[in-house]
């Protein structure tokens, strides 16, 4: 299914709109960054001026850059049901989140590839139209070289293609070679820095994070949960934790994960990554996937779109399955 994409400004639209964009305070940014800076309000611009019923639906690959947006409120919490005791007791997004990582430190399982290896990945997709209608499900298998020095094969809704040796690794996030993902600190503080920092030389650990700078890292923490579904150990725990910092995340009940699991989701609404939901069991907090809304081509329909890791692994060789 085609995803919906609005009109571009002209280049002269472009260049006046561009020279509304705020002026940094602190430090002048990279070339890079400003330009992705640019890009970003840009696509805000553009996407504010549709009337389209449904946020488009961003492709899970290649890889996303990271960018600003504007901060908003404070989390929310859903009341979870006691089980045959009765009664409720409230969850807060932290507590969902700091109950997922814990559940991924005592029970993922974790690899540790050579640089000439692939990870493989096998992703169960089910996607229905809003409003009742036939749902489709497809079985996505990717192969990621593990240094980004080889090609590797992705699929998305079944279909499949090609990706070329990783290039520009320092201005992409999220980086998906595994010696770049490794160095990511595992201290969810540090995290939230890092990711804030991603394309400057060293992340600046004793500068505090400003309130117009949230809404990045969250893109940026949603991005590297969204398309790196295998990461090395301690990093998910700590993506999960910093999650649980971030103003504005909220969580909403009667979620079901792609196998019809009862569960809770945390998401940002208002933010680029507002129609995505991360969906985490609501007994363990165990975390289970994603459950994402889009829209048609024309935007005359809508989709909703579950998505589960079914197995991962560590082969030599692309398409070659464990």
């Known amino acids: 299914m085609n995803v919906r994409r609005p009109s571009r400004p002209s280049a002269a639209e472009r260049e006046e709109m561009t020279r509304l964009l705020p002026v940094p305070a602190d430090r002048d940014l990279p070339a890079g ?53 009765g009664g409720t007791q409230t969850a807060s997004a932290a507590t969902v989140l700091n109950g997922a990582a814990q559940q991924d430190r005592t029970g993922a399982r974790t690899i540790e590839p050579r640089g000439n290896q692939f ?27 593990v240094d980004g020095s080889k090609k590797g094969w992705t699929m998305e809704l079944g279909h499949g293609w090609w990706n070329p040796p990783a290039e520009h690794k320092d201005s992409v996030w ?5 010696a770049t993902l490794k160095k990511l600190p595992t201290d969810p503080d540090k995290l939230l820095i890092a990711v804030r920092d991603w394309d400057y ?4 650990y004793n500068r505090p994070i ?16 969204y398309r790196v579904p295998v990461m090395p150990e301690g990093l998910r725990p700590a993506v999960f934790e910093a999650l649980a910092q971030v103003p504005g995340v909220k969580t909403t009940e009667n979620e079901t994960d792609a196998q019809g699991r009862e ?7 208002g933010d ?44 030599d060789k692309v398409k070659q399955r464990p």
């Open 33 to 85: 960054r400003q330009r992705l800076l640019e890009d970003y309000f840009m696509q805000e611009i553009e996407q504010s001026a549709q009337s389209a019923p449904a946020a488009p639906r961003p492709h899970r690959r290649p890889l996303i850059r990271i960018a600003i947006a504007t901060a908003v409120a404070a989390a929310v919490a859903v009341p979870v049901a006691l089980g045959a005791t």
């Open 201 to 204: 030389a060293k992340p600046d």
């Open 210 to 225: 400003k309130k117009q700078e949230w809404d990045a890292i969250y893109f940026g923490l949603a991005g590297l949960l």
């Open 263 to 269: 569960g809770i989701g945390i998401s940002k609404p």
């Open 174 to 178: 999220p980086p998906s070679d595994w």
């Open 119 to 145: 990870i493989y990945t096998k992703e169960i997709v089910k996607e229905a139209p809003e409003g009742g209608g036939a749902a489709k499900t497809y079985v996505d298998e990717n192969w990621t070289s």
């Open 272 to 315: 680029a990554w507002g129609h995505t939901t991360f969906v985490f069991d609501a007994k363990t907090y165990a975390y289970l996937g994603l459950h994402d809304t889009h829209a048609s081509d024309d935007g005359k329909k809508k989709y909703d779109q579950r998505t589960y890791l079914s197995r991962y692994a560590v082969v």
